[in-house]
T-cell receptor, first 113, second 114 residues
């Protein structure tokens, strides 16, 4: 099946710094990718839809200036958490569709200290 | 917009017993339904999906699910649970007529006791 690779799997950063998370579709092209955030013992919450070659679509309540999304190619989307704070600590997961099925990255555990 | 409900936060079963994890959905068009499993600090692993065809869908690791249109349900089942099945299970729905994204249920933590 299709593979989505997400990197890094874990990152610890200092408060105020920025962190970039990469999501790659390895054997298929994805014009659309999705970024989710998961709090402990909770479900996945859609943050934004990343569209190749155009601006991302953010869900209500998600700060687009804080969570920068770039989808520069058909196989790569990046999420940059800018000026990270401890409350941004979470598990972030990306996904891409190889219609009609969604494939997920391994997730990134972000810890802001 | 589509939505999914998993009414049980936690399901506990004894090893060897059958298990059921419940899911109901709401979509305006035809649903694409999925079940995923998540182990600690890992991404989601695909178990099975319903797109069209037979209402009973068989998936990975001996799991199956039955699509019931009249009850708008898609319960996950397994005839004989294993301790290694203990994990977090998510039901998800996608409506291609709508946003094209996937919506998840809140998740159900399955614990299988020896």
């Amino acid at each position: 099946g299709a593979v989505v690779s997400q990197h890094p799997s874990r990152v610890i950063c200092k408060s105020g710094t920025s962190v970039k998370i990469e999501c790659r579709s390895l054997d298929f092209q994805a014009t659309t990718m999705f970024w989710y955030r998961q709090f402990p013992k909770q479900s996945l919450m859609l943050m934004a839809t990343s569209n190749e070659g155009s601006k991302a679509t953010y869900e209500q309540g998600v700060e687009k200036d804080k969570f920068l999304i770039n989808h520069a190619s058909l196989t790569l989307s990046t999420l940059t958490v800018t000026s990270a704070h401890p409350e941004d600590s979470s598990f972030y997961i990306c996904s891409a569709f190889s219609t009609p099925e969604a494939f997920f990255g391994q997730g990134t555990r972000l810890t802001v200290v | 917009a589509q939505s999914v409900a998993q009414p049980e936060d936690q399901v506990n079963v004894a090893e060897g017993n059958p298990l059921t994890v419940k899911c109901t959905y709401s979509v305006s068009g035809n649903p694409y339904l999925f079940w995923y499993v998540q182990y600690p600090n890992r991404g989601l692993q695909f178990l099975l999906k319903y797109i069209t065809g037979d209402n009973l869908v068989k998936g990975s690791y001996g799991f199956e699910a039955e699509f019931n249109k009249s009850q708008t349900s898609f319960h996950l089942k397994k005839p004989s649970a294993l301790v290694s099945d203990s994990a977090l299970y998510f039901c998800a729905v996608r409506d291609l007529r709508d946003n094209n994204d996937m919506r998840f249920g809140a998740g159900t933590r399955l614990t299988v006791k020896p």
